[in-house]
């Protein structure tokens, strides 16, 4: 174990948020082990990664879903002879629309991944990231901050994100270990449709963030040793706004911006 080589694990880096988390961390110096779903993306993602930054970037095809990821990642690394440094806990989707209407199978399979996986992997590598002096960042949402009709799995699921990982960063306070939770914004990404919340007013009426962007203010906070990151300007000052306002008119004003039943 001694001798297995220090990476950085990023799920969910086939695209997006990820993918430019994938590329700051590259361009620390930061080996790197991509993991995601879909192959032909993550070969194509480190093939770039490994001609721009002078790093070993592979990847993994993985379902994080699946109730056995976590085992079958932890194998790869061994298999590798790699130990985890930094964990990115970046994989995740969002459904739009009524809880009722919705999926129910798919709802439980959002908090298999957005819920499951990345408290398992947390857990699972922490004393590896802590021996190795490096972190975990898990990525949450600004979503994390209120209850969001019409989007309600998934908000329950990003306020877990935040709730976890704050708690982690009070447990491990007194060790050298980086924990952060990021809270992005809307972002430019496959999110929106994946999500059907182009059929909702939200990506319409609050300014969209790109994914590199959010990477990059994600990534240097992270090194900050920042517990609570929220990206953008704009979405800064919500966390205080939603604290003050009574939570009926935030279920109302999130529930408007999300309804697609108009
Ligand atoms: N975009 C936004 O507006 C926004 C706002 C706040 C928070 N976020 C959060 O940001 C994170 C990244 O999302 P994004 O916006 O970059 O969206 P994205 O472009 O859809 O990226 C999602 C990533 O997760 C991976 N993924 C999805 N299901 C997976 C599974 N079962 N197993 C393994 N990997 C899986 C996807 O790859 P494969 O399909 O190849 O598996 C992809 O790499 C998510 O946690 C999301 O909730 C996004």
Partial sequence: MENYKPVTVITGASGGIG????????????????VARSADKLQTIAAKIETQYSVNTSFLALDLSEATAGEQLAEH????EMQVRHL????????NGPMQKLDRLEQLNMIDLNVRSLTDLSLRFLDEVAANE???LNVASTISFMAAPYMG?????KA????????????????????????????????????HMDRS?????????????????????????????????SNKPLPYIIRLAPRWLTRLIVGKLMNTEK
């Fill in 88 to 95: 990115v806990n970046n994989a995740g989707f969002g459904l």
């Fill in 134 to 136: 490096g972190g975990i």
């Fill in 19 to 34: 993918e430019y988390l994938a590329y700051e961390f590259a361009a620390m110096g930061e080996d790197l082990l991509l």
């Fill in 77 to 80: 690394l061994k298999q590798n």
């Fill in 160 to 195: 877990y994100v935040l709730s976890f990982t704050e708690a982690l960063s009070g447990e491990m306070k007194d060790r050298n270990v980086k924990i952060s939770a990021v809270c992005p914004g809307p972002t430019a990404t496959g999110f929106g449709a994946r999500s």
């Fill in 153 to 157: 799995v998934y908000g329950a699921s």
């Fill in 201 to 233: 007013d939200l990506f319409d009426h609050v300014p969209t963030m790109s994914a590199k962007d959010v990477a990059k203010i994600a990534f240097r906070d992270y090194m900050r040793r920042k517990t609570v990151i929220v990206t953008g300007i």
